[in-house]
């Protein structure tokens, strides 16, 4: 990483700030065709569902395991935001339907 490189780090993380994530998140997903083409393709939703239920925290929770099944999207994610490519995965434990690994 470049010196200059700044990460966002969120030591208090909380569902509110797991939720703008996601949100981000989705927006990045949003911003691409052919990748948030494979999204709709993997969850099996139209757009309009994915419109209608864009603040679901359910749904928020299926972006954010999307985006972390995927390392490059997550680290191309990362690098756009400035953030830690833990931060995410943290995100991820604060929304509904998070299931701890045994």
């Keep these: 990483?470049?010196?200059?490189?700044?990460?966002?780090?969120?030591?208090?993380?909380?569902p509110t700030e797991a939720t703008t994530l996601?949100?981000?998140?989705?927006?990045?997903?949003a911003s691409e065709n052919e990748v948030l083409g494979r999204f709709l393709d993997t969850t099996g939703l139209a757009p309009d569902e994915l419109r209608d239920k864009a603040?679901?925290?359910v749904l928020l929770g299926a972006v954010l395991d999307y985006l972390l099944s995927d390392e490059p999207l997550l680290l191309r994610f990362c690098a756009e935001?400035?953030?830690?490519?833990?931060?995410?995965a943290r995100a991820r434990m604060k929304l509904p339907g998070f299931v701890p690994p045994e």
Excluded at 1 to 14: A, E, I
Excluded at 81 to 88: F, H, V
């Design 81 to 88: 935001q400035k953030c830690a490519p833990e931060l995410p």
């Design 1 to 14: 990483m470049p010196s200059n490189f700044k990460v966002r780090q969120h030591p208090l993380l909380g």
């Design 22 to 29: 996601a949100i981000q998140v989705l927006a990045f997903l």
């Design 55 to 57: 603040d679901d925290p």
